[in-house]
């Protein structure tokens, strides 16, 4: 039996790639249909292809039966986590922390501006040719929550450091203190949602955070508040965000949403106050060269029987 890591990157692309194993290519095709590289059961470390359907992404999961280690290119994993059962015990699940940081934070940024100076707004002036000033609200002196303060919500504070806000408040699954100041846990977030001028979700889709944002959660947000989502689709209750936004109470930018894609004639599509980007809080320039640095360290690391970063889980423990 050889030794096989499926890339979705192609091996010849990616310069240090330690000796050892043998390097197949597989990111699933454009239709989903590309035929394996090899046989499944010689691959011991599956890389997920990026950027591709569910079902695409799972597909081979069942046939790793000698897989040792499952290397996601994002930083959530539920999608491999939806079939865990199709895993043998064993197996290291590592996410992509580190690869988009700086470019989800920048989209987070980029929603929260645009929307709060009205950039949809004027861009459809523009379209109409249309001379059309307005007075909207600046990020200066609000006060922002991020809820899920992990790598990425992190990133996003060093990107909101220089905007003059009156507070930066952090919510995450566990309390701590952190050089910026405490970070709040879940259980806070009552008594911190009314304070908030902005509501920044990025945390992971677990159990915990699924429907996180409901009709409660929303209605303990002030007047005029905006809501940032560019954690999860189904971190939100849909139904229940669409029935504030047609209040007019509040206003919101998802970069993702429930269900995804979202689909031709889905009331978000025309929701007063929304701002809607599809998924692309990771997809940039910034994503190839970290995805390529994460690879080679993390099979240098696998080759040399050394520990690997940002293992999520170990399945069967």
């Not at 996180?212 to 689709?233: C, I, Q, S, T, Y």
């Not at 209750?237 to 949403?257: C, F, P, Q, W, Y």
């Not at 980007?277 to 040399?304: E, I, Y």
Request: aromatic residues 6%.
């Amino acid at each position: 039996m050889s030794a096989d890591v499926w890339l979705p990157i192609a091996p010849e692309e990616i310069e240090g790639l330690p000796e050892g194993p043998r390097y197949l290519f597989w990111d699933g095709g454009e239709d989903g249909d590309q035929p394996f590289p090899g046989d499944p059961a010689d691959c011991v470390l599956y890389v997920v292809p990026y950027m591709k359907r569910w079902t695409v992404r799972v597909r081979p999961l069942e046939q790793l039966t000698h897989v040792r280690v499952i290397q996601t290119l994002t930083a959530g994993v539920d999608d491999v986590t939806a079939r865990l059962s199709a895993i043998r015990p064993g197996v290291q699940l590592c996410n992509a922390r580190g690869v988009h940081e700086a470019s989800t934070a920048e989209l987070a940024l980029t929603l929260t501006l645009a929307s709060l100076r009205g950039i949809p707004g004027f861009v459809r002036a523009q379209q109409q040719e249309r001379w059309e000033s307005a007075f909207h609200p600046a990020l200066a002196d609000k006060t922002v929550l991020i809820v899920g303060y992990g790598a990425i919500g992190a990133a996003i504070e060093d990107r909101l450091a220089p905007f003059e806000l009156a507070r930066v408040a952090r919510v995450a699954r566990s309390e701590r203190t952190t050089a910026r100041g405490p970070v709040h846990p879940l259980t806070e977030l009552p008594s911190l949602l009314p304070h908030a001028d902005v509501v920044i979700l990025s945390t992971p889709l677990t159990e915990a955070t699924r429907g996180l944002v409901d009709a409660e959660f929303l209605g303990r947000m002030k007047d005029g508040a905006l809501l940032v989502n560019v954690a999860r689709g189904p971190v939100v209750d849909t139904e229940a965000l669409l029935a504030e936004l047609e209040k007019g109470r509040i206003s919101a930018a998802l970069d993702v949403t429930d269900p995804e894609p979202l689909p031709p004639g889905h009331p978000l599509w025309q929701a007063p106050g929304v701002l809607i980007t599809p998924h692309v809080g990771g997809p940039s320039s910034a994503f190839l060269p970290r995805a390529k640095r994460l690879l080679v360290d993390q099979l240098t690391r696998f080759v040399n029987h050394e520990p690997l970063r940002n293992v999520v889980l170990t399945t069967g423990a």
